[in-house]
């Protein structure tokens, strides 16, 4: 596989990497409720990135 074709997917590729090894870790952290606060508490962080791009 060429690794040109998977450079733009490497930050997607290291989120599911670390949301995986933070879920074998501690279960409780894929639970609906936590993710939906994690979602919660990110939005207005990510919304923030936006503006400045």
């Known amino acids: 596989m060429d690794i040109?074709?998977?450079k733009p997917h490497f930050?997607?590729?290291t989120l599911l990497v670390?949301?995986?090894i933070v879920g074998i870790a501690d279960?409780?952290?894929l639970?609906?409720?936590n993710l939906l606060s994690l979602a919660?508490?990110?939005v207005p962080l990510f919304i923030?990135?936006?503006g400045l791009t």
């Open 4 to 6: 040109q074709r998977l």
């Open 11 to 13: 930050p997607w590729i």
């Open 18 to 20: 670390l949301v995986t």
């Open 27 to 29: 279960p409780s952290f």
């Open 31 to 33: 639970k609906p409720a």
């Open 40 to 42: 919660g508490d990110i």
């Open 48 to 50: 923030m990135a936006l």
